[in-house]
């Protein structure tokens, strides 16, 4: 589902756009082959997400998708929709501040990743730390799927970097 990669931003104008919306994702159905998938990859094989007759019998009225499932895929989100640092090297995962699954996320739901720019730390070192507030959309569904800040590092090319 590789799309056209987005044009890069400079240093200057990711910094410029703290406190704006930087990215919305393309919308993308979860499906249960999705939910059996990341249940093994996971060993997390609770019923509510793997067994559609019994989980019909619980409050959900089907399966849901694991809370991490939803998670994860906010890296695909991203990629989908937040223009890339220009001169990156790469980029890693730092962690997460206040997760919070609010919502779950039904077999069959299209999905979506909202972003906003929190803050950038651009440090001496040419490691750059990167805060985004982000928030799983869940269509037609009025309160998100989840809600997390979302702490990313990259650093730039070395000549980039002493520059």
Do not use: C
């Not at 993308?28 to 509510?48: E, K």
């Not at 990743?113 to 982000?134: C, E, Y």
Request: proline share 6%; glycine share 8%; hydrophobic share 45%.
């Amino acid at each position: 589902m590789e799309g056209p990669r987005l044009e890069p931003v400079s240093i200057d104008q990711l910094v410029a756009s703290v406190g704006n919306e930087i990215g919305v994702s393309p919308w993308r159905t979860v499906t249960q082959g999705m939910i059996d998938m990341f249940a093994d990859a996971i060993d997390d094989h609770q019923f509510i997400h793997v067994d559609p007759e019994r989980a019909a019998a619980t409050p959900f009225g089907g399966t849901i998708a694991h809370g991490f499932l939803s998670l994860s895929l906010l890296s695909t989100f991203s990629y989908e929709s937040i223009p890339p640092l220009a001169n990156a090297e790469m980029g890693v995962n730092y962690g997460f501040e206040k997760v919070r699954f609010v919502t779950p996320v039904k077999t069959g739901a299209r999905v979506r990743g909202r972003f906003t720019l929190a803050d950038v730390n651009v440090r001496p070192s040419g490691w750059i730390q990167v805060a985004t507030d982000v928030t799983v959309e869940i269509e037609g569904a009025k309160k998100p799927a989840l809600t997390a800040r979302w702490l990313t590092l990259a650093v730039l090319q070395r000549e980039e970097a002493q520059a």
